[in-house]
């Protein structure tokens, strides 16, 4: 209260507002910044290029062609060249090719490797782990067939050789056949022949009838004519053929220019009647198949007044003559 001219006045005093007192500071904890190291690089691998084992066939024979391959393997991008060691001192060139073809003049065994390079050349294999190759002499079939069927035999027959062999040949007909010549990968007249087996060969030996030549004058005919038997025991089954021919100088005295041929059976039938004109008609061919076992005759008969001359050409060989 304050006391003004004897009165009291009330003064209500404001206090000022207060001031809050400053809040301690709290303690932060802060955590030292770390530092985040940069990702290292993997330290550099070595680079490398490595070729396989060649693959491929473990047997073949001289001068046969065989195939082998090998792979690459590597951690550097590039194309890949490829190159074999045959083992004979020979080497295949640089190529993409991985399969490759040789082959070995000699027989052997051979050591086969292979490499692999870049194409650039910058980087390049060690040798592959080695493959074994045996090499046989290379063998060669010889073949040998008869023409015809069954008139004869070669010595020795069908058989392989080793390449380089040489094989004499013997030819050798059988009964009524002769050996006339060779054919096929062989030639010449020779029953016996001398060839180098360098190929696949095939040979044939021909052989041809050996014909009987029958040379006969047969007398005059007049009327009751002439005639001339031959005779030969066959099989039945067997095969006859050839040829008849009757010649003589023309007469125009002659009643008659005929003649007849033909073949009697072991009973007495006739097998293959044929007649001619000894002027005209003088040469005929024949032939006929035995139907049962027993001897078979050829007759020739003719009229003329005049001798003629008979020849005959047959197969198989041994007619006999047998009467006239």
């Known amino acids: 209260?304050?006391?003004?001219?004897?009165?009291?006045?009330?003064?209500?005093?404001?206090?000022?507002?207060?001031?809050?007192?400053?809040?301690p500071p709290v303690p932060v904890q802060v955590s030292p910044v770390k530092s985040i190291p940069a990702p290292v690089p993997p330290a550099p691998q070595p680079t490398f290029v490595t070729a396989s084992m060649p693959a491929g066939p473990s047997t073949g024979k001289t001068n046969q062609i065989l195939t082998f391959s090998t792979s690459a393997d590597t951690n550097v991008a590039g194309n890949l060249e490829y190159r074999f060691d045959w083992g004979d001192r020979s080497y295949s060139s640089w190529s993409s090719l991985p399969s490759v073809s040789h082959s070995w003049s000699s027989p052997g065994t051979y050591t086969i490797r292979a490499q692999a390079r870049l194409v650039t050349g910058a980087l390049i294999s060690e040798w592959s782990p080695s493959k074994t190759v045996n090499i046989a002499?290379?063998?060669?079939?010889?073949?040998?067939?008869?023409?015809p069927s069954g008139s004869g035999s070669v010595s020795p027959g069908?058989?392989?050789?080793?390449?380089?062999?040489?094989?004499?040949?013997t030819a050798t007909p059988v009964s009524a056949y002769v050996f006339d010549h060779w054919a096929g990968d062989a030639f010449g007249t020779s029953p016996t022949i001398t060839i180098t087996m360098d190929s696949k060969k095939s040979v044939i030996a021909n052989f041809i009838k050996l014909y009987q030549r029958i040379e006969y004058t047969m007398p005059a005919g007049s009327i009751a004519g002439s005639e001339v038997?031959?005779?030969?025991?066959?099989?039945a089954g067997d095969k006859v053929d050839g040829f008849v021919q009757l010649a003589g100088q023309y007469?125009?005295?002659?009643?008659?220019?005929?003649?007849?041929?033909?073949?009697?059976?072991?009973?007495?039938?006739?097998?293959?009647?044929?007649?001619?004109?000894?002027?005209?008609?003088?040469?005929?061919?024949?032939?006929?198949?035995?139907?049962?076992?027993?001897?078979?005759?050829?007759?020739?008969?003719h009229v003329s007044s005049y001798s003629k001359n008979l020849t005959i050409e047959i197969w198989p060989p041994g007619w006999g003559y047998s009467g006239s």
């Open 1 to 23: 209260m304050l006391g003004v001219g004897g009165f009291f006045v009330a003064i209500n005093t404001v206090a000022p507002p207060s001031t809050p007192a400053p809040t």
């Open 229 to 235: 038997l031959y005779s030969k025991a066959l099989k």
């Open 158 to 169: 069908s058989s392989n050789y080793d390449s380089g062999t040489r094989v004499t040949l």
């Open 137 to 147: 002499t290379e063998t060669f079939r010889l073949s040998i067939s008869v023409n």
């Open 251 to 301: 007469h125009s005295t002659d009643w008659s220019y005929e003649w007849t041929f033909q073949i009697i059976g072991p009973g007495g039938e006739s097998i293959h009647p044929w007649k001619g004109h000894w002027v005209n008609n003088n040469y005929h061919e024949f032939s006929f198949t035995a139907s049962y076992a027993g001897t078979y005759k050829i007759r020739v008969y």
